[in-house]
């Protein structure tokens, strides 16, 4: 009897509903549902306002982060690109510089800190969790020197209130619709097109993805080039958005960012993930932290939770992986014959 | 496919506008009967925050309110805007904030007090315009005074004296210095300020000076060290050399740090404020706020309980009183 590929699948529908990001979803949506019902002051447009406008620059580098980290790679040093760009902003704006023009310096300034973590990476052949330890330090440290420890605080308001600002009386900041057009680029970049193909083949195997045509090299490059411009942006955001440019702004993001992505279903040794997943992660860290603050927990019992949650993520996407082949031994029809090397002895 | 998460996220939120309102009037009928209080220090797990915050629980204990102490990890501005926002979302009556960046919290603390949260900054202040109450722990002529009177009581009003310092450039150091030469000139003919060094707030650093200061002075009688790493270090080096007794140190210090040289008597006493005062006074701020007792505007009067009665000066600015002395009898009431 012959069979087809089909036959050692599931049905869609069960591919569906054990799928990561089907269980990130209902896992958010029943905590939105019981917070509404049980936090007081929970269930208001408030909460998702400051929820966005929290969690935005996590959101925004966890898009170019995810891939990266697909390919089997890691980028550590965003933080201090969203600290160094910051500075930069703040910096350009003092000494008199139209913050339009100052803001794509800013930018300019994470591609080519992104430059520096990709050449190092793709072509020298570093690894990237050394190289991106060091340029954490490296960039912290121009952006700590550049303004010591003053802070430029005098933005044009009008700057300043933009980055708050909402879609019309909606509740959901501004910010959102950016988000929202890097997601759908990001998404359409890593699931739907020949160069995302090879991010995931490079994670699988980078000798293979060599082989069968992917531009190793390259690729990796302008990753790191996206996540440093990307940084940068959400430096240009973070730093309206308080208002106030520091050499220590967003300290430890990066971890924060790593974190979500790999809550939101990707594999630390790369090859596999979804920026779907990525961003419920980040959703579901933000509204746990927002409701949890709103009963009057502290932060160390927050970060308690939220670490405990992400390693029992970790340990689930094993656990998943080999709960369908339990299943299969158990059901009649498509149970394996035992019998050669058992019967015979 | 993210549109539609952040989508079905809004529309859940927004479905409960309704229950906002309520909520909302249900909140600030509590709040006229119980006034809650939020402490929001510059981070968690701070001796000295723990101390003024323990403070503050007590004022609001005394006078009947219920207390939270909230706060970040690490003292960064954008973590305490979070907390900001929760108090806003929770329609607190009184948010208690040491800032952690003058200007980076006041967007967030704005939108609280247009919710109705009266907010009175203690500690670190934020911008007079964001903020309805600064409490004010000692004026810079209170530090140099209480510190100029020590040093020469404590040397009989004559002879050689020096300061150790934080570091050359140090802004509240270099102003305090200035008053002390001033004080010495107008009011203490008879004792020389010698030498101003400078330990850089490093512990090594500010030992060293103090050694070379003790060895280039051979008649020097005082030291004051207006910075707390430099009066520990300081007195880390004296209590085992034979100056130990002879020379006279004083400065501004905290008593845990202190604890071990004032009992072996190497430091008779040193100055700072009372942080267990300041969060008992900026308690009763935010209450005299928050039951209209005052508006915060210059010439209004509370009385903070035990500490009696208050006068708000300019700038909204509430001033705790004169520095504190520490001194072998009341050290061991401090933990911080």
């Not at chain 2, 315009?129 to 009581?153: M, P, S, Y």
Request: glycine fraction near 12%; aromatic fraction near 8%.
């Amino acid at each position: 009897m012959s069979r087809t590929y089909a036959d050692y699948t599931h049905p869609w529908w069960r591919r569906l509903v054990v799928s990561r990001e089907a269980v990130m979803l209902a896992l958010l949506v029943g905590l939105v549902v019981w917070a509404v019902g049980n936090i007081v002051f929970f269930g208001t447009t408030l909460t998702m306002t400051f929820l966005l406008l929290d969690t935005a620059p996590v959101l925004l580098i966890a898009l170019p982060m995810t891939m990266v980290i697909i390919t089997g790679e890691i980028d550590l040093s965003v933080a201090s690109v969203v600290g160094l760009s910051s500075v930069l902003l703040g910096d350009l704006t003092r000494s008199g510089m139209p913050i339009a023009l100052a803001a794509v310096l800013a930018l300019l300034a994470g591609l080519a800190c992104g430059a520096l973590n990709g050449y190092l990476v793709a072509y020298v052949g570093l690894p990237s969790l050394a190289v991106t330890i060091g340029t954490l330090a490296l960039f912290r440290g121009l952006a700590v020197g550049l303004l010591g420890t003053t802070a430029v605080t005098d933005f044009p308001k009008e700057w300043t209130s933009l980055a708050t600002s909402q879609v019309g009386s909606t509740g959901v900041p501004l910010i959102t619709v950016p988000f929202l057009v890097l997601a759908g680029a990001f998404a359409l970049l890593l699931h739907f097109s020949s160069f995302g193909r090879g991010v995931y083949d490079i994670g699988l195997s980078k000798q293979a993805a060599l082989f069968s045509g992917v531009d190793v090299r390259r690729t990796v490059l302008v990753l790191f080039l996206l996540t440093g411009v990307v940084s940068a942006f959400a430096g240009v955001y973070f730093t309206l958005r308080f208002g106030s440019a520091r050499g220590d702004n967003a300290t430890g993001l990066e971890l924060q960012v790593v974190a979500a992505v790999l809550l939101g279903g990707v594999s630390i040794f790369g090859g596999r993930g979804r920026l779907l997943g990525v961003v419920l992660g980040v959703l579901l860290i933000g509204t746990i932290s927002s409701a949890l603050r709103l009963q009057g927990v502290t932060v160390n019992v927050i970060n308690i939770i939220i670490g405990a949650l992400l390693i029992a993520s970790v340990m689930s996407t094993s656990v998943l992986a080999w709960l369908p082949g339990l299943t299969r031994r158990k059901s009649p029809g498509t149970s394996p014959q035992k019998t050669p090397s058992g019967v015979g002895s | 496919m993210a549109a539609a998460i952040i989508g079905s996220l809004g529309l859940s939120a927004c479905g409960n506008a309704t229950d906002d309102a309520t909520s909302g009037s249900s909140g600030s009928a509590s709040a006229a009967t119980k006034l809650s209080i939020t402490f929001l220090p510059k981070n968690l797990g701070n001796p000295y925050f723990d101390t003024s915050d323990a403070g503050g629980k007590k004022a609001v204990e005394e006078f009947g309110g219920t207390y939270a102490e909230v706060g970040p990890q690490t003292g960064s501005p954008d973590a305490q805007v979070q907390y900001i926002n929760t108090a806003a979302q929770q329609r607190t009556s009184g948010l208690v904030i040491s800032a952690n960046d003058p200007k980076a919290i006041c967007d967030a603390v704005n939108q609280a007090r247009q919710a109705g949260t009266k907010v009175v900054t203690f500690d670190s202040d934020t911008d007079p315009t964001c903020r309805d109450l600064f409490v004010n722990q000692a004026t810079a002529e209170g530090i140099a005074k209480v510190q100029t009177d020590l040093v020469t009581k404590g040397i009989g009003d004559t002879g050689e004296i020096a300061i150790l310092s934080a570091s050359a450039n140090a802004t509240n150091q270099n102003a305090w210095i200035d008053m002390i030469k001033k004080d010495l000139a107008a009011n203490h003919p008879n004792v020389k300020l010698v030498d101003v060094v400078y330990g850089n707030d490093d512990d090594q650093t500010s030992f060293d000076k103090t050694a070379a200061l003790l060895q280039s002075h051979p008649n020097l009688k005082g030291i004051i060290s207006p910075t707390t790493v430099g009066i520990a270090a300081a007195a880390r080096y004296l209590s085992t050399s034979d100056k130990k007794g002879k020379v006279y140190l004083t400065g501004l210090g905290t008593p845990n740090s202190m604890k071990e040289f004032v009992k072996d008597g190497t430091v008779k006493d040193f100055a700072l404020w009372n942080p267990g005062d300041l969060g008992y006074l900026a308690a009763f701020a935010a209450k005299a706020l928050a039951d209209g007792t005052i508006t915060g505007k210059e010439g209004d009067k509370f009385t903070a309980g035990s500490l009696g009665e208050y006068t708000v000066g300019a700038d909204s600015v509430v001033l705790l009183g004169d520095p504190f002395v520490f001194n072998a009898e009341n050290i061991d009431q401090f933990n911080f």
